[in-house]
Structure formats: structure tokens, C-alpha cells
């Protein structure tokens, strides 16, 4: 079925749609800017969003009616489906997403994670959200999610001074150690996202 403006669940549908309309954000990025545009006291329409997605220059390739049409309704789709979350009781959703698995796999999935929250502040951001808009927790939260970030960007460093094709000599550990960043990433952001609940405009 694919995904339509009222049901969501194809990832890599959105990621095509966007190539296809020659979008320049990753759709990790996309998901953290919608995350944080979300959860902000004034988020900005889905549409508001498109001069972050895709690059809108003069020079900019043509890119025909159908894929613009296209990548507009998977990411009103993928819009409404985050819009529908609720972070006192559901999950949080990473885009799904398949890693080689070797260190060049690696360091794609730590980028990912990184610009994941690097545009959920962006989404902040272009809600207009206050310092004084944030509850006690959800400043606790978003200092959380700076150490989070420098967490990632060292073992950034780390993978990238690797072999990229390589593989993991311990892929238990660096299975542990993904799932204890995005726990605290997904954490992170449902505490920053229910601690905006009472600044909504």
C-alpha cells in the first residue's frame, strides 16, 4: 500500500521520493527536524519545512511535477504519522535503515544518530522555542542530549580513523554500545518533547 497522507510505513518510499526531488537533507535529518518542529510551542506547517529539505537555489536541478508531488505527500505522511506520537506512552521511532557491516556501516549509523538530534534542535529551532518555554526536565534532558552528541562525535572520530571496510572485531560491544546511545537519544528527546507540552501556542 505505501504510505498516504493518513498512514505511514515505508521509509526507504520517503527516502526515493526526496532523492528523486533532489532533497539534501538525509531522512534521519528529516525525522529529527519534523521531531523537534513537533514538539516546539509554534511548529511550522509541513510545507514550512521544504527550504531546510531541499536546496532551492536558482541553479538547482528541474525536477519534474510528479516527483515534486511525490516527496511532498511522503513527507506529509511521515509529517502526520510523528505528529500522532506520543511520548509518555509510544515508542520512539528511528527511520529504519540497513548498515554494511563493516566500520564504513558504523560510521554511517553513528552520523545518522548524530544528525538525528543535531535537526531535532534545528525543529526547535524553527518553532520558535524560548529558553523559558522548557521545564525544568526538559533543560535536564536537552544538556543530556549536548553529552549525548559529544559521546557520538568522539566514537565519530574514532570509526573514521578505521579501515571502512573492515569488519567489527567486536560487534557485541558495539551493538550494546548503539543501543545505549539511542536510548538516551530517544529519551532525550521524548523528555525535551513533554516538557514543551505546556508552552504550546
Given at each position: ?23 539534501k537533507r ?46 511532498r ?6 509529517w ?19 548498515y ?6 558504523l ?9 538525528l ?7 526547535l529551532?524553527?518553532g ?5 518555554d522548557f ?5 535536564d534532558?536537552?544538556?543530556e542530549?549536548t553529552?549525548?552528541?559529544t559521546r ?18 567486536d ?8 543501543d545505549e ?18 508552552a504550546?501556542?
Open positions: 500500500m505505501g504510505n498516504t497522507e493518513t498512514s505511514y510505513s515505508d521509509d526507504n518510499q520517503t527516502r526515493e521520493a526526496l532523492a528523486k526531488a533532489g532533497a538525509t531522512l534521519h535529518e528529516v525525522y529529527g527536524l519534523f521531531y523537534g518542529s513537533l514538539a516546539a510551542p509554534d511548529p511550522a506547517d509541513a510545507e514550512e519545512h521544504t527550504p531546510v529539505i531541499f536546496d532551492e537555489e536558482e541553479d538547482s536541478p528541474v525536477i519534474s511535477d510528479e516527483d515534486a508531488e511525490n516527496a505527500m511522503n513527507l506529509l505522511s511521515l502526520n504519522f510523528l505528529r500522532k506520537w506520543d511520548p509518555e506512552k509510544d515508542p520512539f521511532y528511528f527511520p529504519e535503515a540497513d554494511p557491516d563493516n566500520y564504513s556501516g560510521l554511517r549509523h553513528l552520523n545518522d544518530d548524530l544528525a538530534v543535531q535537526y531535532f534542535i534545528a525543529g529551532n524553527l520558535g522555542t524560548e529558553t523559558e521545564s525544568a526536565d526538559a533543560i534532558a536537552l544538556h542530549l553529552g549525548a552528541l557520538l562525535q568522539k566514537n565519530i572520530d574514532v570509526c573514521a580513523a578505521l579501515d571502512p571496510l573492515a569488519a567489527d572485531d560487534p557485541d560491544s558495539t551493538a550494546t554500545m548503539l546511545i539511542e536510548e538516551s537519544l530517544a529519551d532525550g528527546i521524548a523528555r525535551v518533547t513533554i516538557g514543551l507540552k505546556h504550546k501556542r
